[in-house]
Structure formats: C-alpha cells, structure tokens
C-alpha cells in the first residue's frame, strides 16, 4: 500500500499538469526511463540502480517544465518536426534540445541576413580568414 500511495499522487499531479498545459503531450517517463537504464545496463555492463531512475526521471521533469515554460516561444514547424510521441524512446530532454537548436538556428540565420525559405536547410559556419577576420 506504501508503494501505492506515491503512485496515485504521481498520476494526480501528471493529470492536473495535463489539464494546465494541454499542448505538451505526455510521456509515460517510467517506461521510458526503465528502458534507458536497461540499455545503459547492456552498454556499460553494469547494473542499474534506483538512482539511474530517479536521475533520469529528475531530468525528464525539469526538461518538461521548461518546454511548457516556453512552449509559445517555440515555432510551430519546429515543435511539429522536434515532438515525436511514437519514436522508441519518446523524451522531454531530447524533445527540448531539438527545439532550443532549431531557435538558435533560427535565430543565427537572422543575425547573418540569411532568408528563412527553408527551416530545415542546413546552416553552416561562417568562412574564416587568414589572421580571425570573416
């Protein structure tokens, strides 16, 4: 009954967090962090712990809290290509990485006066001069 208790509160607080956020969709973070630190178990040839859990499930919140934070600041076209709900391992921290490189992507085009036809097309960096001039 112990083990219980924390369960039901998890599922409230993640269904009340639903409701306030509509927009992120919801990962079932035990599933998806069970899964990681079993394949850390087969990469490393360690076993896993109770802390490979609580690190990853720590992480995973706090990118959640952050992608929420900012959802409205994140492109449409961005969030449709970065939010991928039916890849193997779904995860916020993957999920938010993608949609901060993709801003500062955005964001670099805009400093160098490159057009924005094509959000996908790959940036690359700038020529270098002999002696650190552009």
């Given at each position: 009954?112990?083990?219980?208790?924390?369960?039901?509160?998890?599922?409230?607080?993640?269904?009340?967090?639903?409701?306030?956020?509509?927009?992120?969709?919801?990962?079932?973070?035990?599933?998806?962090?069970?899964?990681?630190?079993?394949?850390?178990?087969?990469?490393?040839?360690?076993?896993?712990?109770?802390?490979?859990?609580?690190?990853?499930?720590?992480?995973?919140?706090?990118?959640r809290?952050?992608?929420?934070?900012?959802?409205?600041?994140?492109?449409?076209?961005?969030?449709?290509?970065?939010i991928?709900?039916?890849v193997?391992?779904?995860?916020?921290?993957?999920?938010?990485?993608?949609?901060?490189?993709?801003?500062?992507?955005?964001e670099a085009?805009n400093?160098r006066?490159?057009?924005?036809?094509?959000?996908?097309?790959?940036?690359?960096?700038?020529?270098?001069?002999?002696?650190?001039?552009?």
């Amino acid at each position: 009954m112990r083990a219980v208790k924390p369960l039901i509160a998890a599922t409230f607080i993640a269904a009340f967090a639903n409701d306030a956020c509509a927009q992120v969709p919801t990962i079932y973070l035990e599933e998806t962090c069970r899964a990681a630190s079993s394949a850390m178990v087969e990469l490393m040839g360690r076993s896993s712990t109770a802390d490979d859990m609580k690190i990853c499930m720590d992480s995973e919140n706090k990118a959640r809290e952050q992608i929420v934070k900012q959802w409205d600041s994140f492109d449409f076209s961005d969030r449709d290509s970065c939010i991928q709900t039916r890849v193997y391992l779904p995860s916020y921290v993957e999920w938010l990485t993608c949609l901060d490189m993709k801003k500062m992507v955005r964001e670099a085009r805009n400093t160098r006066g490159i057009p924005q036809t094509d959000a996908n097309a790959p940036v690359g960096m700038p020529r270098v001069r002999r002696g650190g001039g552009f």
